[in-house]
């Protein structure tokens, strides 16, 4: 029943009317019974005794406390204490069902001097209307009658009740309104938000306006930033799916047509089987490629783990410029190196040498024949920079922003291209070693890739 937010509202502001209500209404009866003008019979029964005694109090009958209390008790039909100012009962002319009054000097003292109707205790609790005089100067006479019960209650139901229930209940009445309006004003940008979260549900982008208390504004910045987020990510994911069906599509229906051939028997000369088992060879190869740079950016986007060490990046760089001579070479290019000594880097060598190898890889692919490559590496202050420079054909200035993209490959290259996730893998590898990894143009002509590893602070 109370699962929605303003109902819980509603409830807690009922339940705080309610105790301030029942608050309120035992405050005032406590004050109420605490008042001696509601004892104004009881009071002026004291009064009158205590007046019409005074002039007595030096009369020698008052010696024979036990007898003078018993004779105000009776005349008066009240109760008569004779007292020491200490507090030590003389006489009392309780009766046998009357537990002893407590009276302490202070307060003694203090009733005498005011002489005003003041309340007593008796020692079981019982509450006593009392009023004391001196006689003399060690002793106090005390008049006193109980408490009357059904003053107070009449006078509450008779004089106070109606016009207590009647401003409670319009109390209720008005703070119930109020509650509703409160509880609508607090719960409606939560409102919002769940509306925009169910339009987000079925892919629909919708805003959150800015506005309410500070805390609701905050939810709507988060809500509307994770909104952007999901349907960022949603839209990725579509691109993913449509690329990778895309992407093998091609090599899928190369091997189909292939493989159809050969069971048609339309290849008939052995060299031709051959060729053709090859070609099916190929593109199987191609398509697991991709299958597995596709696992490999999947692992490396969803955070997989990193082995950083301590790695000398020289020894590193020198053993990839080997390893690349050999391509180079056969692809008849100019294979030229400038590699310093370098501090340590903390890096996972084995992802360091696979970004680097695919820079390298793609320098030897797409440089021509007759064409110069340069690898270089020094370190600044900050960093270490690894350049790998060719003199290519260059990436056209519109399409440079987007060679880091999944399966981004550059139109003019486009029969040497391979799958356009080598430099998605690298990137990722780079920014997960806290580095920098950026591509310039080279004049007249060519291609530079700038890879930054920062010294020290990487993780
Ligand atoms: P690929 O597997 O196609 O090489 P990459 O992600 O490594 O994928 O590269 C993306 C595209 O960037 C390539 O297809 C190519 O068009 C372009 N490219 C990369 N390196 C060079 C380079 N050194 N010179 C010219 N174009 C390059």
């Known amino acids: 029943m109370f699962d929605s937010l303003r109902s819980r509202l509603l409830l807690s502001y009922g339940i705080l009317i309610a105790f301030l209500v029942i608050l309120i209404g ?111 100067p060690d002793t106090v006479l005390i008049l006193a009658v109980r408490r009357p019960r059904l003053g107070v209650v009449t006078f509450f139901t008779s004089e106070l009740l109606r016009p207590f229930l009647l401003s409670g209940l319009a109390g209720l009445v008005i703070a119930v309104l109020l509650a509703l ?76 047509g292939f493989s159809q051939a050969v069971i048609d028997g339309v290849i008939q000369s052995s060299p031709d089987l051959d060729r053709t088992i090859r070609l099916i060879h190929t593109e199987a190869n191609r398509m697991s490629r991709l299958v597995q740079d596709l696992v490999v950016l999947a692992r490396l986007e969803a955070g997989q783990e990193f082995h950083f060490e301590r790695v000398d990046a020289r020894p590193l760089l020198m053993h990839l410029f080997e390893k690349f001579q050999l391509p180079a070479v056969r692809a008849g290019l100019t294979f030229t190196t400038d590699i310093v000594d370098l501090p340590p880097i903390r890096a996972d060598g084995d992802r360091l040498a696979q970004v680097i190898s695919n820079l390298l890889d793609n320098a030897v692919k797409y440089t021509p024949s007759g064409g110069t490559i340069h690898f270089s590496a020094h370190a600044d202050s900050s ?39 080598g430099l998605a893998i690298s990137r990722q590898i780079v920014l997960a070693h806290g580095g920098e990894l950026r591509y310039e143009p080279v004049l007249p002509h060519g291609s530079a890739f700038i890879l930054r590893l920062p010294l020290g602070n990487s993780r």
């Open 383 to 421: 960093a270490v920079e690894i350049r790998i420079a060719d003199d290519g054909p260059g990436i056209p200035p519109e399409e440079a922003g987007h060679i880091f993209d999944r399966f981004y490959r550059v139109d003019s290259t486009r029969e040497k291209s391979g799958s356009g996730l």
């Open 26 to 136: 035992f405050g005032s009866f406590s004050t109420l019974l605490k008042n001696p003008q509601l004892y104004e019979a009881a009071a002026q029964q004291l009064r009158t005794a205590q007046q019409d005694l005074r002039p007595r109090y030096t009369l020698t009958d008052l010696v024979d406390y036990d007898k003078t209390v018993d004779r105000i008790a009776k005349k008066y039909g009240v109760r008569a204490i004779i007292s020491a100012y200490d507090g030590d009962i003389v006489a009392d002319s309780g009766l046998p069902e009357d537990t002893d009054i407590k009276l302490y000097a202070v307060k003694l003292d203090r009733m005498a001097a005011r002489n005003e109707v003041a309340f007593i205790r008796d020692r079981s609790n019982g509450i006593w209307l009392a009023l004391a005089d001196q006689i003399d």
């Open 181 to 256: 309006l409160l509880s609508r004003w607090i719960s409606a940008p939560v409102r919002k938000i769940e509306s925009a979260a169910h339009s987000l549900a079925a892919g629909q982008r919708q805003l959150i306006p800015l506005e309410g208390p500070r805390e609701m504004k905050d939810l709507a910045v988060s809500f509307n930033r994770m909104s952007d987020q999901v349907l960022l990510a949603r839209q990725a994911q579509q691109e993913l799916v449509a690329n990778v069906s895309h992407e093998l599509k091609t090599p899928l229906t190369s091997i189909q």
